[in-house]
């Protein structure tokens, strides 16, 4: 189980013992202290959840872009056709220039 599934269960956990967001107003009661702690605890994990989801889609996107670095030029337009071929679009240099 990853890490951000078993956030999203501490938070299912969390909302069937009776925290929501956002947070009920204060009652002045014991048992509006606990439901307000535990709102407290569904923001928390609300927001490692979103965390881990914005680091993911990071990873993601750098994988693209080393992706399209390794199989791509920019400079040229051209294509690889496997991950061995060394491409390179500048010309070999000439002797006595």
Do not use: W, Y
Request: hydrophobic letters at 35%; a negative charge; glycine letters at 8%.
């Amino acid at each position: 189980m990853s890490d951000k599934e078993a956030l999203k269960r501490v938070a299912e956990k969390l909302r069937r013992a009776g925290a929501s967001l956002p947070a009920p107003e204060l009652t002045g009661t014991i048992e509006g202290s606990v439901v307000t702690g535990l709102c407290i605890a569904l923001a928390l994990v609300e927001t490692e959840i979103e965390a881990l989801a914005d680091s993911m889609r990071e990873v993601q996107r750098l994988g693209q872009d080393i992706e399209q670095e390794r199989n791509f030029c920019p400079r040229c337009g051209k294509r690889t056709k496997d991950m061995t071929h060394i491409h390179t679009c500048t010309p070999p240099s000439t002797e006595g220039g």
